[in-house]
């Protein structure tokens, strides 16, 4: 399968995005999302993700009540909802397929699409 991550860009802080993933090659049913980011220097961290169904999903802390990871399975595409944006969220955002649908552990997550550019000014 193949991921393509898109809508970042340049916000101020408070602001908000919503980034999008496609999956193709594939049926998004199949496979958990997950969403992860890596900032310059670091190490990439998960973010959020969802079972298969969407009924299911996990958070990082630092983004609880933050951002809204979802689903639209009929589109083969997966979103993430990102409101009050803080200058510590500027990232490349990633997501990523995971082959055990109901899985929410990172270690599920080997399919990953190329990221997309989430820069929040202070």
């Known amino acids: 399968v193949q991921l393509q991550a898109s809508g970042g860009g340049l916000v101020q802080a408070g602001g908000s995005l919503r980034l999008s993933c496609v999956l193709s090659?594939?049926?998004?049913?199949?496979?958990?999302i997950g969403w992860f980011r890596q900032a310059p220097g670091k190490e990439r961290e998960f973010v959020a993700a969802?079972?298969?169904?969407?009924?299911?999903?996990s958070y990082a802390d630092f983004v609880k009540g933050r951002f809204t990871i979802s689903r639209e399975n009929t589109m083969n595409t997966a979103y993430l909802q990102m409101n009050n944006l803080k200058p510590e969220d500027t990232a490349i955002y990633f997501c990523?397929?995971?082959?055990?649908?109901?899985?929410?552990?990172?270690?599920?997550?080997?399919?990953w699409g190329r990221g997309t550019q989430v820069t929040v000014s202070s």
């Open positions: 990523a397929a995971g082959e055990h649908p109901y899985e929410l552990g990172p270690s599920n997550f080997r399919s």
């Open positions: 969802t079972i298969w169904s969407g009924v299911r999903k």
């Open positions: 090659g594939g049926t998004l049913s199949s496979y958990a």
